[in-house]
């Protein structure tokens, strides 16, 4: 059984950051490409950014520049630094987990930019 618990969230000013962070349990996390992905309100799941078991990543278009996803294999925790926030930014962003057919999701962690 896979676990993922986000964290990180919260309140940002536009122009501000904030650093998300997932915490995995019950898996090997070295060996499983890892993501982040957003959603609002009556919205799909769109990807944010993902990055391999070998530290490739990969971008959404809208963050290119902005965000940076790292992971920290010894401590079982992906994190995504979003720096030059805009409102549009605004969503609950899930940590995900890619292993072969399956996908897990972790419980989401609310991301707003408002002044």
């Known amino acids: 059984q896979v676990q993922l618990v986000e964290s990180g969230g919260g309140l940002v000013q536009p122009g501000g950051s904030l650093r998300l962070s997932c915490a995995a349990s019950g898996s090997i996390f070295s060996i499983f490409d890892m993501g982040w992905y957003r959603q609002g309100p009556g919205k799909q799941r769109d990807l944010v950014a993902r990055?391999?078991?070998?530290?490739?990543?990969n971008y959404g278009d809208s963050v290119k520049g902005r965000f940076t996803i790292s992971r920290d294999n010894a401590r079982n925790t992906v994190y995504l630094q979003m720096n030059s926030l805009k409102p549009e930014d605004t969503d609950v962003y899930y940590c995900n987990l890619h292993a072969g057919p399956l996908n897990y999701w972790g419980q989401g962690t609310q991301v707003t930019v408002s002044s």
């Open positions: 990055i391999s078991k070998s530290g490739t990543t």
